[in-house]
């Protein structure tokens, strides 16, 4: 177990060890989050720079277009069978 201590700043510094066991790089964002178990630090994940047409590839779609009243009544017929 490695300690660290809390400046009067309220900076926390982590050991070198663990930053390189988990791949930490300086400027690196991290998320911190309070438990019942205590205080947990983790890297923020990053999201990856794709395009539309990446991502347009897995919609199972395939018909004509949908209007917005059309897309407007489908969202209400699924929040109806969801929650009555």
């Not at 926390?12 to 309070?34: F, N, R």
């Amino acid at each position: 177990m490695k300690t660290t201590h809390l400046s009067s700043r309220r900076h926390v510094t982590i050991p070198k060890t663990i930053c390189d066991a988990y791949h930490l790089a300086i400027g690196q964002e991290l998320e911190i989050e309070s438990t019942p178990q205590g205080i947990l630090l983790k890297p923020k994940k990053i999201m990856q720079h794709t395009s539309i047409d990446a991502i347009a590839g897995c919609l199972a779609y395939q018909g004509a277009a949908k209007s917005i009243e059309e897309m407007d009544e489908a969202i209400q017929q699924g929040i109806a069978a969801e929650w009555g």
